[in-house]
């Protein structure tokens, strides 16, 4: 027997069903749930009269001036914080991010600004499922899952946007439109940046893309056919995805597609000619659409035979006589196998373009189920991630829009197929590419098979798979090394120009080093965001280290800190120890000298200012000088001194701050 239904508890909402009527007879006055009044009016005949250059084409939200200012609202006492979960950090050039992607953008992009060349996103689609937000509102996670969403690590509500919301494509609007507004900040002038989305959105990421952008350097809607037969639950089902493209100024920055082995192997030299391998092609012109010539209409003679050909089709031939002539000439005619048939041109391989044009419809690229069978592989768990995109599909992308040596982002990383596809393709093209994956490190569902397996956010996931994936691609590597040992000299000699991670392993880069972000570590700096002034003549200087830095930092943490406040400085530089005994002493790369010691001295100064080449910029603690703010003068005028006497540095190359 079924249960009667219920009663439903909510009140009627007569301005909703009000709102839904008029939606139904005027599709265009209801945006978002809301009135366009405006529109109503034109909708019943009622415009507004338009002075000439009123009007122009944009995509308008409510909330889009507030995520405007959202993109250029400056990020106050915030750090990446260095993490020990990351892999061969002390050598790698590839960075984690944990934390929000939009505050990941503000911090990066003082560090690499303009020095990315592809960036390949695949954000929440807004399914109604897919997409949460931040309310900036503190909650359990056990109250947010009543609550229908998610959480946060630390414990930010993360709400879903339902399609029942009000406001349900402008919040999707607000969220993107900040994001890609300062990644093309970070994209170099020949950058290129893909994004794969699909109807829902695609329609309103275009004209996003198209102002963030410009309309003139969008490059291509690709279609990416990512299932073998449509969904059986729908009359019409989507069997596709779109991957939209835009280069931050010019075409050129996207790559031709690398012919694969089989086209190249079309090429052979059966006839042993100097300019290597051919293979033959038409020399009949196409003459469609008028576009005949009596003057290419002309016979040519076999000269093995001596017989003559016209164009076929009662068409022309693509060059003139003069030109077909030397081609004979040259032997760059074909005559077929016997010497007897009709001309066909010689196209070498050495002639034709390094890569094949790309097409809109990606049929080749594997389907999203390859997604999971890849999780399975190296997780033993195809449910692990939903809907994680095929590693070959990234493949293609960074193929089309970066180079061998290029840095490659994603800050909607989720499990780190982007990461994955960077070293798979740096392992089969002999590439260094780097990668920098942000993540949200949003709770996995107490329910799901992630938490089952004891993943407690999905950043975990990304970088467990960065782990095993690097591991499993450098064994295959050491695989092939050891099957090419087994063969001829010319062979190895060969991967030395193509690929030289074969011969050399560990030199492909399967590391990371892994950031999350957190409030400022620098007690001071914390002050001065509060508005505070600090008196230091009231300190208790006892503590140095409790003085100036959040209880638990590291030395290395105020490293970092302080390289995120410099301009275009990579993050994975190494940092050394270059003066012994100065055990709180670090050198950032070559050019940045962080003393942490709580006392200076007259030995210590001489000591750093002996380093060659000399920093560009040396740090010192404001404590280490106590109440005596005539040693700070005094330190300088000694480091100077020293700099002048050992080398012939000039004092203005570089430039002393206190922290």
């Keep these: 027997m079924s249960e009667h239904p219920k009663a439903p508890q909510e009140l009627s909402d007569p301005i909703s069903e009000n709102l839904q009527k ?108 897919d997409f949460v937000y931040s309310d900036k509102f503190k909650v359990s996670q056990e109250e947010s899952e009543e609550e229908e969403g998610a959480v946060s690590e630390s414990g930010e509500r993360l709400v879903k946007n339902e399609k029942t919301s009000n406001r349900f494509h402008a919040r999707w609007l607000d969220m993107m439109y900040p994001r890609l507004r300062l990644a093309k900040d970070l994209l170099r002038e020949d950058g290129v940046i893909f994004i794969s989305i699909d109807d829902g959105e695609v329609t309103n990421l275009r004209q996003v893309c198209d102002e963030v952008f410009g309309g003139e350097n969008f490059a291509a809607q690709i279609i990416w056919k990512k299932r073998n037969t449509p969904p059986n639950d729908r009359v019409i089902g989507a069997q596709h995805d779109y991957i939209l493209s835009y280069v931050k100024s010019d075409i050129s920055a996207l790559r031709l597609r690398p012919r694969t082995i089989e086209q190249i192997a079309r090429y052979k030299n059966p006839d042993n000619h100097p300019k290597g391998p051919w293979a033959s092609g038409d020399m009949s012109g196409n003459v469609k659409g008028g576009r005949y010539s009596a003057a290419l209409s002309y016979p040519i003679t076999n000269p093995n035979t001596g017989e003559e050909f016209y164009p076929p089709n009662n068409g022309n031939w693509r060059f003139n006589s003069t030109k077909v002539e030397k081609l004979i000439q040259n032997d760059e005619v074909f005559f077929g196998k016997d010497g007897k048939s009709g001309p066909k041109l010689k196209r070498f391989l050495i002639d034709v373009k390094e890569g094949a ?47 061998a040596n290029d840095i490659i982002l994603d800050f909607f990383s989720g499990s780190a197929t982007t990461a994955h596809a960077v070293m798979q393709l740096n392992a089969e093209d002999g590439g260094n590419r780097k990668h920098i994956m942000v993540q949200l490190p949003e709770v996995c569902n107490a329910k799901s098979e992630a938490a089952k397996a004891g993943y407690k956010t999905i950043a975990e996931i990304g970088k467990e798979r960065i782990r095993r994936a690097g591991d499993k691609i450098l064994a295959e590597l050491h695989a092939k090394k050891m099957a090419l ?53 009231t300190a208790d200087i006892s503590d140095k280290d409790a003085l100036d830095f959040v209880a638990g930092t590291t030395d290395h943490d105020v490293v970092y800190e302080l390289m995120l406040r410099q301009s275009n400085i990579p993050l994975t530089l190494p940092i050394t120890q270059p003066v012994s005994g100065a055990s709180r002493t670090y050198l950032y790369g070559d050019a940045y000298l962080i003393c942490l010691e709580e006392e200076t001295s007259n030995t210590l100064v001489a000591s750093l200012a002996a380093l060659e080449p000399t920093p560009l910029k040396y740090f010192f603690r404001d404590s280490a000088f106590g109440k005596d703010i005539a040693s700070k003068d005094e330190t300088f005028r000694r480091l100077n001194a020293e700099i002048a006497k050992n080398t012939a540095d000039q004092a203005d190359v570089y430039t002393v701050e206190f922290i």
């Design 22 to 129: 008029l939606a139904a007879l005027f599709p265009a006055a209801v945006k978002d749930g809301m009135l366009d009044v405006e529109s109503l009016r034109e909708e019943l005949g009622d415009f507004a009269e338009i002075q000439p250059g009123d009007e122009k084409h944009e995509l308008n939200w409510v909330g889009k001036q507030a995520a405007k200012k959202k993109t250029f609202a400056p990020l106050l006492g915030k750090t990446f914080a260095l993490k020990d979960d990351g892999k061969n950090t002390d050598t790698t050039k590839n960075l984690y991010i944990e934390g929000d992607n939009l505050e990941a953008l503000k911090l990066l992009r003082q560090n690499y600004y303009g020095e990315v060349k592809m960036i390949y996103i695949d954000p929440p689609y807004n399914t109604g499922k």
């Design 357 to 403: 044009t790309w097409t809109t419809l990606w049929d080749f690229a594997p389907f999203n189920t390859t997604g999971s069978t890849e999780m399975n592989d190296i997780f033993q768990n195809s449910v692990l991630f939903e809907s994680p995109k095929p590693v070959g599909l990234v493949k293609l992308i960074c193929q089309a829009g970066s180079g």
């Design 485 to 537: 040992e087994k063969k001829s000299e010319l062979e190895l000699d060969d991967q030395k120009e193509t690929n030289p991670h074969i011969l050399n392993p560990d030199s492909l880069d399967i590391g990371f080093k892994s950031f999350r972000i957190e409030d400022t570590k620098i007690n001071w700096l914390k002050k001065d965001l509060r508005g505070e002034e600090f008196d230091f003549d």
